[in-house]
C-alpha cells in the first residue's frame, strides 16, 4: 500500500486498484466505530475537524474536543524543556473550565545509568512514570507537549486514558518539525535526502 504515492485524491468516492480499502475488511472497520467505546470518541473528534474549516488552531480544536467529550480532568505531559509553554497551555485549559494535572518528563530522578548511559548522574526523561502518575490521578484525556521521539511513544503505550500531542519537539526547529519538510527544495535537501532524485 502507498497512499502517500496515489494521484487520486478522493479515495471516499471510489476505490482505485491497488487501494488499501480493497485490502482490509471494511465491515470489520465499520463495526469497531459503532462499539459504545469508540463511537462517541470517533463522531466528536469527526465534528471537530469540521469545524469551521481549518480557522481554529489546534489548541482551540483540543478544548472543543475535550468540552464535547464532557471531559473534566486534563493531564498534562511535558518535556522540561517546554516547562514555560506547558504553564501556558495548563493557565488556557483551567481558564476554558478543565482540571489539569501536570507532569514533568524528568519527574523521579532517574539516572540513566538505570539503561546502561553514563551522562554523569543527569536524570532521565521518564514516560512510563508519567503516564502511571496521570494513571494514578485518573485522568480522562491525556496532552503531550514536546516529549521527545519515543517517549511520547511510551506515554501512549501506558496512559490509560486517550493521548494527543499538542506540540512535538525539535530543538532545531523552534517545535515546528515540518519546517525542513517545507524547505526540502532547499536548506535540507542534502541534510534529510542521500539521493536528491528522490524529491
Known sequence: MKCSECKESYCDKKIVKNCASAYTNQQNILDEYLLVSNL??????????????????????????????????????FCVGLKNEAGIVKKILEANGFEVISIMCKTGGIDKSLLGIENGGNAMCNPIGQALFLNKAKTEFNIIVGLCVGHDSLVFQYSNAPVTVLATKDKVLAHNPLGCIYTLDGYYSEKLLPNKSDL
Request: glycine share 6%.
Open 40 to 77: 462517541e470518541f470517533a463522531k466528536n473528534a469527526s465534528l471537530v475537524s469540521m469545524s469551521l474549516n481549518g480557522k481554529k488552531t489546534r489548541i482551540e480544536e483540543l478544548i472543543e474536543f475535550a468540552h464535547l467529550m464532557d471531559y473534566k480532568r486534563l493531564g498534562l505531559c
